[in-house]
């Protein structure tokens, strides 16, 4: 089911409501998503708050990815603090958890209360994430991070959309290939980097190249949509 030839149902956010603050972690996760709510006429605003992403650099390139697709579909940017300080005291005594874990749950809590917090005092009703789209997450565990911290700000709900459905992952992976998107391979916190490294190099592999691989875009071949810095380098049309 390609994205050019899917016709994408009709979404509606929860009591009626028209107006959404998406939390995006990375241009390769919000696209799908940002092109489903668009394809619904929803009006939405990204709010990129993730400090848990290592190292800075590391931070700078997915950011400016995700400025760069949100540019290009017309979409307001909140770009929110990197507080990496505050992240690394919350993750104290949770350095060994394992991906899906307690950390992870400390992680979404925090980056899903700053962005509940934004939409409380910005007027959008309900939040949600494109967290969820991925595999590598546990879908559960991410909704119930939403509705927790959504509950604490009256009249704020978070949304528990299934992204993945009716081939969203899929189509994820198409138009990251389409605009050549920077694609990571790690998370994005310190302990994932170090984790991921631990077992390619068990398994015979090399460690992670940060800032190499794009979506649909040979190893070695410059990328048409973002430069190494993370800037745009020219239109991306693959």
């Known amino acids: 089911m390609s994205g ?6 009709k979404l509606e956010l929860p009591h009626g409501h028209q107006k959404v603050l998406l939390h995006s972690c990375c241009a390769p996760c919000s696209g799908e998503v940002m092109e ?3 394809a619904s006429g929803i009006d939405y605003t990204i709010y990129f708050y993730n400090p848990n992403i290592h190292p800075r650099e590391e931070y700078e390139l997915r950011k400016q990815e995700n400025i760069r697709f949100a540019e290009k579909e017309g979409v307001p940017f909140v770009d929110a603090d990197y507080d990496t300080d505050n992240w690394f005291a919350r993750a104290k005594g949770l350095e060994w958890e394992p991906e899906r874990g ?19 005092e910005n007027g959008f009703p309900v939040i ?14 991410i909704n119930a991070s939403g509705e927790r911290v959504a509950a604490k700000y009256p009249g704020i709900t978070y949304w528990t959309y299934n992204w993945r459905k009716l081939g969203g992952a ?4 198409e138009i ?3 605009e050549q998107f920077y694609q990571q391979e790690y998370c994005g916190c310190v302990y994932s980097l170090r984790d991921t490294n631990k077992w390619r190099m068990d ?25 190494k810095d993370g800037h745009s380098a020219g239109p991306a049309d693959a």
């Open 4 to 9: 050019s030839s899917f016709n994408r149902p």
């Open 36 to 38: 489903a709510i668009r």
């Open 102 to 120: 307690a950390r992870c749950t400390m992680c979404f809590d925090m980056r899903f209360d700053r962005t509940a917090l934004y939409a409380h």
């Open 128 to 141: 949600t994430s494109c967290l969820g789209l991925s595999r590598w997450k546990d879908m559960d565990q």
């Open 170 to 173: 899929n189509r994820m992976v």
């Open 176 to 178: 990251a290939k389409r």
């Open 203 to 227: 398994h015979g592999r090399e460690r992670i190249a940060r800032g190499e691989k794009f979506y649909g875009v040979a190893d070695g071949e410059p990328a048409g949509g973002s430069g």
